[in-house]
């Protein structure tokens, strides 16, 4: 069966977007979404719509874990933001370990000579990348 998966990475401010390939091969950015969890603000208005556009079958959540293994207050967060998803969408979500994501989104920036300014555009959303591409290549079918 051919779906595409949806890949968060949800912070306190934004949440990173990106999406699979019809196949699930592939992970590729698609968007910062501004939150403002206090007031209410999800970013599920927006998230509706990327929903309705590319129709996915599930969506991955980061999980922010400790080095140690140990789930905390922000992993405690996601997940909560996963049972929002759930509940409001009705669409099964998943969670995959993002543990030092966010460094090795700021590394590939640097690398690629993006400027620090710019890099702040680009972060969220290249580590969502980095999640879905890691639970895309965990959950690969065995040939």
């Known amino acids: 069966m051919f779906a595409r998966i949806l890949g ?3 912070g306190t401010k934004t949440v990173g977007v990106s999406v699979s390939d019809l196949l699930g091969m592939t992970a590729q950015p698609v968007e910062t979404i501004k939150i403002d969890s206090e007031a209410g603000n999800l970013g599920f208005v927006r998230l509706e719509a990327l929903i ?30 996963g049972t929002k998803i759930t509940e ?15 460094v ?8 690629g000579g993006v400027r620090r300014k710019d890099r702040k555009k680009s972060i969220d959303k290249l580590a969502a990348v980095l999640i879905l591409q890691n639970y895309l ?3 690969a079918l065995k040939m």
Do not use: C, W
Request: aromatic share 6%; proline share 3%; charged share 35%.
């Open 137 to 139: 290549d965990a959950h």
């Open 8 to 10: 968060l990475d949800v």
């Open 88 to 102: 409001e969408f009705g669409i099964e979500v998943d969670y995959q370990d993002e543990r030092l994501t966010t």
């Open 52 to 81: 309705n556009e590319y129709k996915p079958n599930k969506i991955v959540l980061g999980l922010p874990k400790h080095m140690n293994g140990d789930e905390g207050i922000r992993a405690e967060a996601s997940r909560d933001y």
């Open 104 to 111: 090795q989104a700021e590394k590939v920036l640097i690398d």
